[in-house]
């Protein structure tokens, strides 16, 4: 099993450029996450899907953001105009069904630079 | 206000010695309790998810308790080595997929 797999690695981008993030999520697993982690937050739940579908986007930050899932095997995360408070680090998660009591099984993430 | 409190933020420790970590937490209801361990350029990885009902849960050298009436959790690691140095995370889940992340207690194991 590959794990979950996210790219670019590293991107560096100017203010006001469209970003595109990556995830292959783990096959087989119908939840996935993305997370921002910052060191002054933490890690923090940006939006979450089920089965493709979003179920939750409240952490979405601004309109910014947007997120699709157009198949169970892929999800992208777009940031559109990018800002310089955007730089982070971007996590996608996925889990199987009972992710009650299943671990969450993270990408490497992508670090996100606008300067 | 974060509901995941950890300490120490940052911990040096000799190799071959023992140290522990600790959480306390607030969230209400409680589902489960993680510790995730974090290498530096990498993403978090699951250690122990315990339930209510448990106590102690073991993973190789590491150890986590839960006492769910004081709402506090330990991670103790046994025999340091080098590569435990990392950051490790606490994570409490309320219901379904809602996660409360601690900031974490960085560790930093020296030769």
């Known amino acids: 099993d590959a794990g979950v797999i996210q790219s670019p690695r590293h991107e560096v981008t100017e203010m006001g450029q469209e970003v595109t993030l990556r995830c292959k999520p783990i096959s087989g697993h119908n939840s996935l996450f993305w997370y921002r982690q910052t060191m002054m937050r933490g890690l923090e739940l940006l939006i979450y899907?089920?089965?493709?579908?979003?179920?939750?986007d409240s952490g979405m930050p601004e309109d910014r953001f947007s997120a699709k899932m157009p198949n169970a095997s892929f999800s992208t995360l777009k940031i559109q105009p990018s800002e310089p408070r955007d730089s982070a680090v971007y996590f996608c998660?996925?889990?199987?069904?009972?992710?009650?009591?299943?671990?969450?099984?993270f990408g490497n993430g992508t670090r996100l630079t606008v300067t | 206000k974060n509901q995941v409190e950890q300490s120490p933020q940052s911990l040096i420790i000799l190799e071959g010695k023992n140290c522990t970590l600790q959480c306390n937490y607030t969230v209400s209801p409680f589902s489960n309790l993680r510790w995730y361990k974090q290498d530096t350029g990498r993403g978090p990885v699951s250690l122990t998810i315990?339930?209510?009902?448990?106590n102690t849960k073991s993973n190789g050298r590491y150890t986590a308790t839960l006492d769910a009436d004081t709402k506090q959790s330990s991670l103790h690691i046994t025999a340091s080595q080098l590569s435990d140095s990392a950051s490790y995370i606490c994570?409490?889940?309320?219901?379904?997929?809602?996660?409360?992340f601690g900031k974490g207690t960085s560790l930093l194991v020296t030769p």
């Open positions: 994570v409490v889940s309320e219901s379904g997929y809602a996660l409360n």
């Open positions: 998660a996925s889990s199987s069904q009972g992710f009650l009591n299943s671990p969450l099984h």
């Open positions: 899907f089920n089965n493709n579908v979003p179920i939750d």
């Open positions: 315990m339930t209510f009902s448990e």
